[in-house]
């Protein structure tokens, strides 16, 4: 066979298999025709001139992300590292816009992530970097949507993922929130105890309270028994001075016997004859006569001033 033929049919096996390609799905591929733009091509089976056509390289519609880690200073000279996660996509209808006026996208992202962080963050205190990182990834996709847009690319959504402090402030924010804990719990335990104190001086109060009530009943019950014995004394012809006596020895021994029933008890004894009872009531009688009398000379002089 024709060494010259089998080139040319080789060379023609080349051209057809160059004049068709396929693009896959979510993926978009550039047609240059002379090294100038001339058509967009998307998922499927598609048709090109060989040697006048040139694909460029592929480019991807799918969802992406990239993350960024920022340094920058709060508003309390406080040293932080943000981590922001930016989604963007490139639409269908500015395919050619996002292959032609970047020659990296990426770092165009990056930098003006980098811009509207150091922007904000230095605005706000450590504490508020916490609470506010909504707004940081608010102004921050606010500001990449208007500038990326015109380059073919859309932000989805950007997300501030990590706040990270420098070791020692976060040790140092722990051990505050450590004290402020302590703090809360030594309140709780002076309040218990103060409830403790004041309940346990209510039941005293009412201890001594039914304690008095108690003895107060008891010197009644007394008092009405002495009565008592002192009418039975006086109908069996023993005279009210000679019953006081008696009672008066009655009691005297009661005591003697409860206090023996003690064996650490100390006693100190009086003569005990027939007639210290009527001593004794003689010498009562005696000294409440004469507290009486005291009493009455006060009243009166203090009705005479």
Known sequence: MNPFLIFILFLLFVLAFDMFFI???QTAVIVERLGKFHSVRYAGLHFKLPIIDRLTKRINLRIQQLDVNVETKTKDDVFVHLKVSTQYQIPKDRVKDAYYKLENPWEQITSYIFDVVRAEVPKMRLDDVFERKDDIAIAIKRELNDAMIDYGYNIIKTLVTDIDPDAQVKAAMNRINAA?????????EG????????ERAKAEAESKRLQGKGIADQRREIAKGLEESVDVLNKAGINPQEASAL?????????????GQDSKSNLILIPNRPEVASTMLTDLIT????????????????KKE
């Open 180 to 188: 402020e804990r302590q703090k809360i719990a030594a309140q709780y």
């Open 287 to 302: 000294s409440l006569s004469a507290a009486g009398k005291v009493i009455e000379s006060s009243n009166d002089d203090k």
């Open 191 to 198: 309040d218990a105890q103060r409830i403790l104190i004041v």
């Open 247 to 259: 009672i008066i020895i009655t009691q005297h021994y009661d005591t003697l016997q409860a206090i």
């Open 23 to 25: 693009v896959k799905q």
